[in-house]
Nanobody, 122 residues
Framework: QLQLVESGGGLVQPGGSLRLACVAS????????MCWFRQAPGKEREGVSC????????NYADSVKGRFTISRDNAKNTVSLQMNSLKPEDTAVYYC???????????????WGKGTLVTVSS
């Protein structure tokens, strides 16, 4: 059964860092674009970052450029999101998703994890 499981969320102070991980089971990530999305309370789900199947290409939402870094380890069937210089507005549930395209549109994703909560607060 195809599953994506996120981990690494938690409470962090403004300016702090967190590293999220998404582990796939039941299939290989090798051929898929992998993306991170987030959804804050009362807001629509928004794309954060995507990475190509080989890791050679990435894209980011303007709001996280220079602060977040996406990476993947196909041997470990894992995609990660390193989040630095976190701000209160980064508070959201973070989801990983897979796709055939490096799109930051939720409608372009084919499968989703259940999410991990990130709270940035002092």
């Amino acid at each position: 059964q195809l599953q994506l499981v996120e981990s690494g969320g938690g409470l962090v102070q403004p300016g702090g860092s967190l590293r999220l991980a998404c582990v796939a089971s039941g299939f290989s990530l090798d051929n898929y674009v992998m993306c991170w999305f987030r959804q804050a309370p009362g807001k629509e789900r928004e794309g954060v970052s995507c990475i190509s199947s080989t890791g050679g290409f990435t894209n980011y939402a303007d709001s996280v450029k220079g602060r977040f870094t996406i990476s993947r380890d196909n041997a470990k069937n894992t995609v990660s999101l390193q989040m630095n210089s976190l701000k209160p507005e980064d508070t959201a549930v973070y989801y990983c998703a897979l796709s055939w395209v490096r799109s930051l549109r939720p409608d372009d994703m084919h499968h989703w994890g259940k999410g991990t909560l990130v709270t940035v607060s002092s």
